[in-house]
Nanobody, 118 residues
Framework: QVQVAESGGGSVQAGDSLRLSCAFY????????MGWFRQAPGKERELVAE???????YDADSVKGRFTLSRDHANNMVYLQMNSLKPEDTAIYYC????????????WGQGTQVTVSS
């Protein structure tokens, strides 16, 4: 059974940086696409970024040029480096995994809060 677990959230000022980490357990990491989603109060959950096993990435327009997603196959980890944070980045951030053969994210972490103050 796949499990993912996020860490690294916190409260920062606008313009600061944070790095979120996601640990992957239970299956072969190199067979899964990894994604980060976020949900702000009163809003739908949205995809922030995702990365394939080969390292190809997708970034939402709202974070392009500020957030960088990477993965470490040796340690089964995914990292979301968030720079130039804005108050509108405030949300609960979730790590998720899906097998390469599917379009649905099946495995989700508990989420980690990111709060950006102006």
């Amino acid at each position: 059974q796949v499990q993912v677990a996020e860490s690294g959230g916190g409260s920062v000022q606008a313009g600061d940086s944070l790095r979120l980490s996601c640990a992957f357990y239970g299956r072969t990491f190199s067979l899964y696409v990894m994604g980060w989603f976020r949900q702000a109060p009163g809003k739908e959950r949205e995809l922030v970024a995702e990365i394939t096993p080969g390292g190809s990435t997708y970034d939402a327009d709202s974070v392009k040029g500020r957030f960088t997603l990477s993965r470490d196959h040796a340690n089964n980890m995914v990292y979301l480096q968030m720079n130039s944070l804005k108050p509108e980045d405030t949300a609960i951030y979730y790590c998720a995994a899906k097998p390469m053969s599917t379009s649905i994210y099946d495995y989700w972490g508990q989420g980690t809060q990111v709060t950006v103050s102006s």
